[in-house]
């Protein structure tokens, strides 16, 4: 028997984030990137993924039901499956409630994503910051070749690269891929609290 699955997951699947975001407006680049549509800003700095769109301005990272859901200030996340059905032709068929089961495991995967998205949005934090922090310490360049060159400046050199390197990964890679960074950022994150202390 499959395990049926819930009228959230069946709009997932039936349409991806692109299309949602095009088809409610949206203006994305080459690059993938549009203006995102939970801030005010002049330069997008809003991704769009297959699945998600995350904004790594404000932070706010939404799939296609929660984009829907806050784009049209709808109540629940079943208005915006509606929506969407409607509006992409999905049809899903809204009727009955999910059993108790579906609901709890519903209610695990969801959790099971917020807890990603926190931990995304912290280690995106910590890459950033990193990489500023490289660009920061190259001003601690000698003046002149007699000069000493300061420990600061000596560490951004080996390091500014490989910070760009991950921010732009980082950027670039899914969600799996993304996770499989988690060592890095673990020892990025002990090194800016050394730093700190
Ligand atoms: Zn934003």
């Given at each position: 028997m499959f395990p049926k699955i819930t009228v959230f997951e069946e709009a997932r699947q039936a349409v991806d984030m692109k299309t949602v975001a095009l088809g409610y407006g949206l203006h994305i680049n080459r690059s993938g990137m549009c203006l995102c549509p939970f801030h005010a800003e002049k330069t997008p700095s809003a991704k769009v993924y297959p699945q998600r769109l995350h904004c790594f301005g404000c932070g706010e990272s939404a799939d296609v039901i929660s984009f829907t859901q806050k784009m049209f200030g709808l109540a629940k996340p079943i208005d915006a499956v509606k929506k969407l059905n409607s509006d992409f032709g999905l049809n899903i068929s809204i009727g009955q409630a999910p059993t108790a089961k579906e609901a709890s495991e519903y209610v695990k995967r969801a959790e099971e994503r917020r807890a990603y998205e926190q931990w995304e949005k912290q280690a995106w934090r910590t890459l950033n910051d990193y990489l500023w922090l490289m660009r920061d310490w190259?001003?601690?360049?000698?003046?002149?070749?007699?000069e000493k060159p300061d420990e600061r400046f000596v560490y951004s050199l080996h390091h500014l690269e490989w910070a760009e390197y991950l921010c732009r990964e980082f950027i670039d890679y899914n969600k799996a891929g993304r996770f499989s960074m988690k060592g890095v950022v673990k020892d990025i994150e002990r090194f800016m609290e050394k730093k700190g202390g």
């Open positions: 190259q001003e601690y360049a000698p003046r002149s070749p007699a």
